[in-house]
């Protein structure tokens, strides 16, 4: 061991290196027991003080109002002569010693406070206190000076090396730790902000679904209270227009066939809103069946007419049947829809439904098949931008009141609700002014 060389840990002697441990042990349960910065610093200060043996010691903060005034924020034996002082003391950055640590950010030791003519503003407060000599050190964490924490001697006293060094390791645990706590302080109270948001949210989320239930219990009801009516005017409006005893004249009768077209169109919005309510409510279900899946393609075709004039159709499908068990009415609803919209955007070309089964190999249960229903029309298109958001309900990409195009928005919001009930999915590739492919998919067991 050389003399000549800096101290450092490894040289402190023994009874040093012993006090050393014993603080950082205290510093170290100080910080294990107190949650909040303020609490370490008094463990640490009602632990350390007597190690040091110092008569009391004190920490000051910088005062968050002003940071160029230190807050007395803690203290251990704080003489009882001065207690009174010890909610409003302040110490300005750079006065005094602990002000000076702060400053310089280094530490600032006083063998003897009463032979220094320059600190004679605090001979009163030291013969006050009781206190002859000090020992200022800096409060670092990893960017700034936060305070200083100060060791008043009753006597004169001179700290060597080791002694400094000792301390020294003291005040950098402590403003380390104390930084510690306090980020987890910031993180529990953002922790408890943000559960509490949390709540207000999950009230206003559960709010905001109890409304959009209610209105659409309304919808549901409204709808339901219209179709008996409308069905009525479009029977009557069809007998009206086949003019069974002739006595319609050719103005009077295209009249009656608008009323009948009208109504029926009316019909098949109250009854999309009462299928989509329905969904929306959770009150549709699943009843999955053995079906055809060719069969299910040529019945959605029926249902929904003919092609325009100068618009060819064909089936595209396997060379067998396909053999499928799956909710054979919701199938062909949606794809009654998918073939209609190609019916409707499609004014030349052709318009094409294929059907495409592929059995999965080696399937976790049963035997499986992915059965594809693609609809491609030579049709208007769908730009890029709108494909996303035509499957919204009400959402049409002519919005407009002078649109080419009738309907209602809702037929692909329901076929991708139905899609999803089935387990399936509809996906749809586009190109504006070239044609779209709306694909329904469904993995179905075979029977
Ligand atoms: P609509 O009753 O208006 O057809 P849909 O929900 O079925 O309502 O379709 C929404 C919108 O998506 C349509 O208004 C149209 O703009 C677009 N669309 C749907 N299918 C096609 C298609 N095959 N070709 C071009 N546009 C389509």
Redesign the pocket.
């Known amino acids: 061991m050389s003399r000549a060389k800096q101290p450092d840990a490894l040289e402190l002697p023994e009874s040093l290196r012993q006090r050393e441990l014993e603080i950082a042990r205290e510093i170290a349960r100080a910080f294990l027991t107190a949650s909040r910065p303020l609490e370490v610093y008094r463990l640490a200060l009602a632990r350390v003080t007597p190690l040091v043996d110092a008569s009391f010691s004190s920490v000051f903060l910088r005062d968050p109002a002003d940071p160029s005034l230190l807050k007395l924020v803690c203290a251990q034996n704080w003489p009882q002569s001065s207690a009174r002082f010890l909610g409003q003391m302040r110490i300005r950055v750079g006065r005094g010693p602990t002000g000076r640590a702060v400053a310089e950010a280094t530490p600032f030791e006083v063998e003897d406070v009463f032979a220094e003519p320059g600190l004679r503003e605090w001979w009163d407060p030291a013969r006050e206190m009781g206190f002859t000599s000090l020992m200022s050190l800096p409060l670092r964490n990893a960017t700034e000076v936060v305070g200083a924490l100060t060791f008043y001697f009753t006597g004169t006293r001179r700290f060597d090396a080791n002694e400094r060094l000792l301390l020294a390791t003291v005040t950098d645990q402590l403003a380390a730790t104390a930084e510690r706590a306090e980020l987890i302080e910031r993180l529990v109270s953002e922790n408890v902000r943000l559960e509490r948001e949390n709540g207000h949210l999950a009230a206003r989320a559960r709010d905001a679904e109890q409304a959009r239930r209610v209105k659409t219990e309304f919808l549901h009801n409204v709808s339901e209270e219209m179709r008996a009516p409308l069905g009525s005017l479009v029977g009557y409006a069809e007998m009206l227009a086949e003019d069974p005893v002739g006595r319609l004249s050719a103005p009077q009768r295209s009249t009656v066939v608008k009323i009948e077209r009208a109504a029926s169109m009316l019909l098949r919005l109250v009854g999309d809103l009462v299928d989509l309510s329905d969904l929306r409510l959770g009150r549709a279900s699943n009843q999955p069946s053995e079906q055809e899946a060719v069969a299910l393609a040529e019945r959605a075709v029926s249902a929904a007419g003919p092609p325009p004039d100068g618009v060819a159709f064909r089936i595209e499908q396997p060379d067998g049947p396909v053999p499928i068990v799956a909710d054979g009415d919701k199938v062909a609803r949606i794809l009654e829809?998918l073939v209609s919209?190609?019916f409707?955007?499609?004014a030349r070309g052709e318009v094409v439904l294929a059907v495409r089964a592929t059995p999965l190999i080696a399937p976790a249960q049963g035997r499986q098949v992915v059965v594809e229903w693609e609809v491609r029309?030579t049709?208007?298109?769908?730009a890029r931008a709108?494909q996303p958001w035509?499957f919204d309900e009400m959402?049409?990409?002519?919005g407009t009141s002078t649109r080419l195009?009738g309907?209602?928005?809702?037929?692909?919001?329901l076929s991708r609700s139905l899609a999803q009930l089935l387990g399936g999915e509809i996906a749809v590739t586009?190109e504006e002014g070239t044609g779209?492919t709306?694909t329904l998919r469904l993995q179905t067991s075979i029977p």
Do not use: M
Not at 379 to 382: A, E, L, V
Not at 395 to 398: A, C, G, N
Not at 407 to 413: C, D, K
């Open positions: 829809n919209n190609a409707k955007f499609t029309d049709g208007i298109g769908i709108d035509i959402r049409q990409v002519d195009y309907g209602t928005g809702l037929g692909l919001a586009s779209s709306f």
